[in-house]
């Protein structure tokens, strides 16, 4: 049996770091994580080939060798997901879509005739099946949230590490907390399940063994939701440090109640931990009412993150803007707070009401809902009727992301993390790439660029005076922050 995987390409948008990238020589941020897993789960004697259309075309012959496609992504990867699924249509070849794009809007996708809906540990069985006698039902839909301890090591040997700025791995799915405009809960459910630490481990060990050296993207959607077996885990991780020495530190996300377990964010940064997002989305107190962010109510959230980067830890920030209870002078609390509180990373996005979420259901109650979400978070574009001035929201949101990615502002809020950050835990070797990237980058932001030039080497000569440890920290944020600033300019 001969299948190809192809993962669709990622507009243009904060996170793609496409400007970074070429700066780095690297084709893609992360790899598809999903379908790699998916892979390992088909019999080994199956002829398997990935397409990751970040790192290179898809060609019709790739296409016509197939038996059958599959095709994964997320909401933001719709409009390649279309073209992809039309090209297999085009050439008579049978596509299997799952993944979070597919499973809440598979509706949107009348030219693909079979879908995985769900988690496909307790389908995948059925579905190979179904492949070797040539039967493929349309539809195969998971009950219940799978033991993800049955999800096999992925197959890092059907793609080039190489190619990308990071790795991947996950240790559990779901989140405890139920905010309104997230879908988390609605694709992974409010109990979180985790592997056995051991599983990590052997993936890790797996990435080393491919020679991966650098940062690996814990991808869970709220790292410490189960905070028992986090804590297993990252004694397995010190352990592992100790014993094999790996040049591999990680990057994740987190709910902001991390900082009320200092004996969970101190082990992060013993195992490694350099870096962690944390979904703030707003200053106002009444809009986290109005969403159920209960996590983040009832605390001083400047505080928090600062106790987090004296940890060790860089915080990322997510953001939002257009809730019913924003006050007219939103913007303005945003680009305060995020400037006091060293949020370098700082990704602020239009409320978007997400499939099958709470948000999305109350917005049709209420008449309110206007058209389906792009996936996009850079987007300056409402999915429904606000309750303040639409024009004053997207105008309001263009103008806060270019004034927190003009070098003025942004070069402070570096000074500001720097002021507080601690930089603790094992070391992770600057690889090749990571060099070329710096010095690539301060030859732009340096030399090349007039805007900003002045700002960049006032921090340069500063930190190096003050903080010398920490220059690597503010010139790779210093050249990543040329990223940010083109998209911010392009919105």
């Known amino acids: 049996m001969n299948v190809l995987l192809v993962y669709p390409r990622a507009p243009e948008s904060f996170w793609s770091h496409s400007h970074t990238l070429k700066l780095a020589g690297k084709k893609s941020l992360l790899p598809p994580l999903g379908l790699l897993t998916v892979a390992a789960m088909l019999p080994s004697e199956w002829t398997l080939r990935l397409i990751?259309?970040?790192?290179?075309?898809?060609?019709?012959?790739?296409?016509?060798?197939?038996?059958?496609?599959?095709?994964?992504?997320?909401?933001?990867?719709?409009?390649?997901?279309?073209?992809?699924?039309?090209?297999?249509?085009?050439?008579?070849?049978?596509?299997?879509?799952?993944?979070?794009?597919?499973?809440?809007?598979?509706?949107?996708?009348?030219?693909?005739?079979?879908?995985?809906?769900?988690?496909?540990?307790?389908?995948?069985?059925?579905?190979?099946?179904?492949?070797?006698?040539?039967?493929?039902?349309?539809?195969?839909?998971?009950?219940?949230?799978?033991?993800?301890?049955?999800?096999?090591?992925?197959?890092?040997?059907?793609v080039n590490p190489e190619d990308y700025v990071n790795l991947s791995v996950q240790f559990s799915r779901g989140c405890p907390f139920e905010c309104e405009f997230c879908d988390i809960t609605v694709l992974n459910g409010r109990v979180p399940r985790t592997k056995e630490p051991a599983q990590i481990v052997a993936e890790l060990d797996a990435m080393r063994q491919a020679g991966w050296e650098g940062l690996v993207f814990m991808v869970d959607d709220n790292f410490i939701g189960n905070k028992k077996y986090v804590r297993a885990l990252l004694a397995d991780l010190l352990a592992w440090h100790e014993r094999v020495k790996p040049s591999i530190g990680f990057v994740t996300e987190a709910s902001i109640n991390l900082v009320d377990y200092p004996d969970l964010y101190e082990s992060m940064v013993q195992a490694g931990f350099k870096r962690v997002f944390i979904g703030i989305e707003t200053p106002s107190a009444e809009s986290l009412k109005e969403c159920g962010k209960v996590q983040n109510l009832d605390r001083d959230l400047v505080e928090s993150v600062k106790t987090?980067?004296?940890?060790?830890?860089?915080?990322?920030?997510?953001?939002?803007?257009?809730?019913?209870?924003?006050?007219?002078?939103?913007?303005?609390?945003?680009?305060?707070?995020?400037?006091?509180?060293?949020?370098?990373?700082?990704?602020?996005?239009?409320l978007t009401a997400m499939p099958e979420t709470a948000l999305q259901k109350r917005l049709v109650r209420e008449g309110r809902m206007l058209a389906a979400t792009s996936g996009n978070n850079t987007e300056a574009v409402l999915n429904f009727v606000p309750r303040l001035d639409r024009d004053m929201l997207t105008s309001g949101y263009r103008g806060v992301m270019r004034r927190l990615y003009e070098p003025g502002a942004y070069y402070e809020r570096i000074r500001v993390l720097l002021d507080a950050l601690?930089?603790?835990?094992?070391?992770?070797?600057?690889?090749?790439?990571?060099?070329?990237?710096?010095?690539?980058?301060?030859?732009?932001?340096?030399?090349?660029?007039?805007?900003?030039?002045?700002?960049?080497?006032?921090?340069?000569?500063?930190?190096?005076?003050?903080?010398?440890?920490?220059?690597k920290t503010a010139v790779a944020l210093s050249v990543v922050g040329h990223h940010f600033r083109q998209v911010a300019g392009s919105l």
């Open 52 to 158: 990751d259309l970040g790192v290179c075309e898809l060609e019709d012959c790739h296409i016509r060798e197939a038996d059958y496609v599959f095709l994964s992504g997320m909401i933001v990867h719709k409009e390649s997901a279309h073209e992809v699924a039309r090209r297999c249509a085009a050439l008579g070849k049978p596509v299997i879509a799952g993944g979070p794009l597919f499973t809440t809007g598979y509706r949107e996708f009348p030219e693909i005739s079979h879908f995985v809906l769900g988690e496909a540990e307790d389908l995948i069985d059925t579905l190979v099946a179904d492949m070797q006698r040539g039967f493929v039902q349309p539809m195969y839909r998971a009950d219940s949230f799978p033991d993800v301890r049955k999800s096999p090591i992925p197959r890092w040997d059907l």
């Open 308 to 350: 987090l980067q004296r940890a060790g830890l860089e915080v990322m920030g997510g953001f939002i803007v257009g809730f019913d209870s924003d006050p007219p002078d939103i913007f303005v609390q945003q680009f305060e707070f995020i400037q006091r509180s060293g949020i370098v990373v700082a990704m602020v996005g239009l």
């Open 422 to 471: 601690e930089p603790r835990g094992p070391k992770v070797r600057m690889k090749s790439f990571r060099l070329k990237m710096y010095f690539k980058g301060l030859w732009l932001i340096g030399v090349q660029q007039r805007g900003g030039r002045a700002h960049f080497w006032r921090l340069f000569l500063s930190t190096l005076v003050k903080y010398p440890r920490k220059l």
